[in-house]
T-cell receptor
Framework: GDSVTQMEGPVTLSEEAFLTINCTYT??????LFWYVQYPGEGLQLLLK?????DKGSNKGFEATYRKETTSFHLEKGSVQVSDSAVYFC????????????FGTGTRLLVSP | EPEVTQTPSHQVTQMGQEVILRCVPI?????FYWYRQILGQKVEFLVS????????KSEIFDDQFSVERPDGSNFTLKIRSTKLEDSAMYFC???????????FGQGTRLTVV
């Protein structure tokens, strides 16, 4: 079945450092790909998405490119802030006719001043 | 901005009791979901609901679980006889069409004692 694999956390960075969180997926066909973020004590918020190969999703300085050849959707940000500290989830919706999101295990990001 | 609302935010119940978790999806959305997140673990799909019936359910969603859309605005998850292992954060989500992102509520933290 469909699955998402994310890098283990926590990722600990200093403010203004460059961020990469790796995400790879296994799915048949052409899934839609998403990054969700969960701030402490809150629910899941959509951060960005990409629905076809080579699409780049971007929001709040974060970006990720849908790479079909490497089945990847790595999250990047050029300069992180303390307020970016959260858990980041990579997810997909397959195109098998079902609507469910399949999530990765989440990667906790800790940014220190 | 429209949002998914869930009540209560925290529910404590005794093992064997029935609980009902309530959700108001975004008003023009047609697809409704429940997910759960056991503390520190990945977000897991429970069930999807469309056109007044279950469209898909996971192996977690056994006979102890049921969903209902009792009126035009609410969407509920009932657990008939709670077990300790049902303790988790339960997220309701909705989407307006197929194969697109879901919008999540803030979650209900269920604690079974």
């Amino acid at each position: 079945g469909d699955s998402v694999t994310q890098m283990e956390g926590p990722v600990t960075l200093s403010e203004e450092a460059f961020l990469t969180i790796n995400c790879t997926y296994t799915a048949t066909g052409y899934p839609s790909l998403f990054w969700y973020v969960q701030y402490p004590g809150e629910g899941l918020q959509l951060l960005l998405k990409a629905t076809k190969a080579d699409d780049k999703g971007s929001n709040k300085g974060f970006e990720a490119t849908y790479r079909k050849e490497t089945t990847s959707f790595h999250l990047e940000k050029g300069s992180v802030q303390v307020s970016d500290s959260a858990v980041y989830f990579c997810a997909l919706i397959g195109n098998t006719g079902f609507q469910k999101l399949v999530f990765g295990t989440g990667t906790r990001l800790l940014v220190s001043p | 901005e429209p949002e998914v609302t869930q009540t209560p935010s925290h529910q404590v119940t005794q093992m064997g009791q029935e609980v009902i978790l309530r959700c108001v999806p975004i008003s023009n959305h047609l697809y409704f979901y429940w997910y759960r997140q056991i503390l520190g673990q990945k977000v897991e799909f429970l069930v999807s609901f469309y056109n007044n019936e279950i469209s898909e359910k996971s192996e977690i969603f056994d006979d102890q679980f049921s969903v209902e859309r009792p009126d035009g605005s609410n969407f509920t998850l009932k657990i008939r006889s709670t077990k300790l292992e049902d303790s988790a954060m339960y997220f309701c989500a909705s989407s307006d069409r197929e194969n697109t992102e879901a919008f999540f509520g803030q979650g209900t933290r269920l604690t079974v004692v």
